[in-house]
């Protein structure tokens, strides 16, 4: 079953159990599938659907920052919950030891020794890592590396 007939089919089960917060997180998400379809003027693949979930990951870390801030538990829950659903869609992800291990290897094969590598590191790394491990972790390791 593919990841967006997946969602369609959660979407109904949410429905069915009355779940609020898991129906209306993936009707956005289904949104912003069909909002790519209509802009591209193509079926969107599985790989863009994955980049879009991973983009409303990202806005939820976000908004979750600012909730936190702000004082507002009860969006920072919803925030979370939200997380946490959108989690599931992804691919099983990567520990931060096997995400080391990617890096010494990327880095190691291009050659790289300063932080004026980290592009070509970055640019690299991203297919290997995509949608298994966050970008901003796996940066961050990329910077502890070049800097050791």
């Given at each position: 079953?593919?990841?967006?007939?997946?969602?369609?089919?959660?979407?109904?089960?949410?429905?069915?159990?009355?779940?609020?917060?898991?129906?209306?997180?993936?009707?956005?998400?289904?949104?912003?599938?069909?909002?790519?379809?209509?802009?591209?003027?193509q079926?969107?693949?599985?790989e863009?659907?994955?980049?879009?979930?991973?983009?409303?990951?990202?806005?939820r870390?976000?908004?979750?920052?600012?909730?936190?801030?702000?004082?507002?538990?009860?969006l920072?829950?919803?925030?979370?919950?939200?997380?946490?659903?959108?989690?599931?869609?992804?691919?099983?992800?990567?520990?931060?030891?096997?995400?080391?291990?990617?890096?010494?290897?990327?880095?190691?094969?291009?050659?790289?020794?300063?932080?004026?590598d980290?592009?070509?590191?970055?640019?690299a790394?991203?297919?290997?890592?995509?949608?298994?491990?966050?970008?901003?972790?796996?940066?961050?390791?990329?910077?502890?590396?070049?800097?050791?």
């Amino acid at each position: 079953m593919s990841l967006k007939e997946n969602l369609l089919s959660d979407m109904k089960e949410a429905m069915k159990e009355k779940n609020v917060l898991r129906k209306n997180t993936i009707q956005m998400v289904r949104g912003a599938i069909l909002q790519k379809e209509k802009d591209t003027l193509q079926e969107v693949n599985e790989e863009q659907i994955l980049d879009i979930i991973m983009q409303e990951i990202k806005k939820r870390k976000d908004a979750l920052i600012d909730f936190e801030k702000g004082n507002r538990l009860d969006l920072a829950d919803d925030a979370k919950a939200e997380i946490s659903i959108l989690t599931g869609y992804l691919p099983k992800q990567l520990s931060d030891d096997e995400i080391i291990v990617i890096v010494r290897e990327t880095v190691t094969e291009m050659g790289a020794s300063s932080m004026k590598d980290m592009g070509k590191v970055m640019a690299a790394l991203t297919p290997k890592v995509k949608g298994k491990a966050d970008n901003s972790k796996v940066s961050n390791i990329v910077k502890q590396c070049l800097t050791q």
